[in-house]
């Protein structure tokens, strides 16, 4: 147990629909990623928030969002969800940001868009 | 075009037996990190390496990273059923700081048979 917490566990949808993942970070962490992982295109980070603020950027969607609340907790908003927007979606988090901080990774939320 | 590309991508061995797998890429990264992810859950970070040519030992596994700072390798002596999963490599291409993003190869699925 890597003291990240994942909801939901599994999610199916249809398409154009729009669904939240939640993620709680371990405590005393303040980085919280967000990564995609697809058989295609393996894992792939996200964006990246920081005590609130998001830090950095990678692959992703403009229908896609995300915010990291004052509890430190964050979201992951996807919406007109496509059929290859089916995936793992797994939060990470670590206390600060660089590679010497360590990111553990939660169980993951399956998204299943039919 | 995966900027980190691991080979092989399969691979099933026998209790016992010794092997090693690789993470390519063209560019060069500011550090290079080794993760291990069993199925329904989160990748776990087993190494970090930052200096090319530097080589860590974490028990049966050894991981090198290349003097170029383009490649890595990790071998595993007398592999156990234990070590079964899939093995992710991941560079950071930004030199760290508030810029650091992780990118991920495909990985190489490790099975090991008793």
């Known amino acids: 147990d890597s003291g990240v917490t994942q909801t939901p566990k599994h999610l199916i949808t249809a398409t154009g629909q729009r669904v939240t993942l939640r993620c709680s970070p371990r405590?005393?962490?303040?980085?919280v990623y967000w990564y995609q992982q697809s058989l295609d295109q393996g894992l792939q980070f996200l964006i990246q928030?920081?005590?609130?603020?998001?830090?950095a950027k990678g692959n992703i969607l403009e229908r896609f969002s995300a915010q990291q609340f004052p509890d430190l907790h964050s979201e992951l908003n996807l919406s007109s969800l496509e059929l290859g927007d089916s995936a793992l979606y797994f939060c990470?988090?670590?206390?600060?940001?660089?590679?010497?901080?360590?990111?553990?990774f939660g169980p993951g939320t399956r998204l299943t868009v039919l | 075009t995966q900027l980190l590309e691991q080979s092989p991508q399969f691979l099933s061995i026998q209790e016992g037996e010794n092997l090693t797998v690789y993470c390519n890429s063209s560019s060069v990264f500011s550090s290079l990190q080794w993760y291990r992810q069993e199925p329904g859950e989160g990748p776990v970070l087993l190494v970090t390496v930052v200096t090319g040519g530097e080589v860590k030992k974490l028990k049966r596994l050894t991981f090198q990273f290349g003097d170029a700072r383009k490649d890595s390798s990790l071998h595993i002596t007398a592999a156990q059923p234990g070590d079964t999963g899939l093995y992710l490599c991941a560079g950071d291409l930004n030199s760290g700081g508030s810029n650091y993003k992780l990118t991920f190869g495909k990985g190489t699925l490790l099975t090991v048979n008793p």
């Open positions: 405590s005393g962490d303040l980085s």
């Open positions: 990470a988090s670590s206390v600060g940001t660089g590679p010497y901080n360590e990111q553990f």
């Open positions: 928030y920081y005590n609130g603020e998001e830090r």
